[in-house]
């Protein structure tokens, strides 16, 4: 459980599989989230999937249900995936989604950020943490930059939905930039 001051991330449940559900479905969470409005999940598919997260049978990604402590309701989930080089695990990509739309934009990214970014190098001891979004989605690269993130790397026209073409775009963030950021 990593808690903030108006957050938790806690472990994911089985009854939080219907409210994931449904953010999974939504056209616009999923295009922001993962660039794929058309995506569809069949409740027994996404079980199946969340399965392992609630089972603990998944090392390299730990999954969090994102809850606002003032209403004890689920809002979100994120993730952090564990990369692995030569069996040594150095760094891991985060990623954030708030299902709910009508808690964007209260400060909440940040707070889920920085939580994530205290497990990755506080407790996890990784040396970098990525972050993956797509060129036009200002709200995720300014949360980024904001947390200390740079842009590394452009896969141009990369990804494509809604007739278009879309960049990819990387970015990371260091150990000792993370520890400047803390002074
Ligand atoms: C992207 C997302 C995580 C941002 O979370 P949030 O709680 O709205 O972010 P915050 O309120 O903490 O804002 C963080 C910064 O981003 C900026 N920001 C937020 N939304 C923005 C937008 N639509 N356009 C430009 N900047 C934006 C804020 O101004 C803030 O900067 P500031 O403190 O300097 O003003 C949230 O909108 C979300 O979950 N969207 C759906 C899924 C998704 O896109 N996931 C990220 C995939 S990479």
Sequence with gaps: MLTGKTIVLRPLEREDVKLIHKWQNDEEVMRLARSEPDHAISMEA???????????????????????KSSKKLIGWCSIRLNSWANRYTSAEIGLAIGERDRWKKGYGTEITSLLLKECFEQLNLHRVGWWTYGDHKASIALAKKMGFREEGRLRENSFFDNQFHDGVVMGLLRSEYEKSQH
């Design 46 to 68: 996404l079980t199946t999937e969340l399965d392992k997260s609630i089972k603990a049978e998944d090392q390299m990604t730990r999954r969090f249900g994102i809850e606002e």
